[in-house]
């Protein structure tokens, strides 16, 4: 068997996997990855639905994602 390399920046690497598709092989890299913080307390959220195309909620007083 030979050995197959990857390239990949990442260095806490947890598991590798390889798929197999109808015409290729896929292979995923699962990894940890330490959180970004941000100072910014302005949240949106986009939620894409079934019965509905898109639900937007925000913690913003005063602003509707609503347009009529």
Same mark, same amino acid.
């Given at each position: #068997? ?43 959220? $986009?939620?894409?639905? $079934?019965?509905?195309?898109?639900? $937007? #909620? ?7 994602? #609503?347009?009529?």
């Amino acid at each position: #068997m030979s050995e197959i390399k990857i390239p990949t920046s990442q260095t806490e690497i947890i598991e590798a996997r390889i798929i197999p598709k109808s015409s290729c092989h896929l292979i995923e890299i699962v990894y940890d990855q330490e959180e970004e913080t941000t100072e910014n307390k302005q949240v949106a959220e $986009v939620d894409l639905g $079934v019965n509905n195309l898109i639900a $937007v #909620m925000t913690n913003q007083t005063g602003i509707s994602p #609503m347009h009529d």
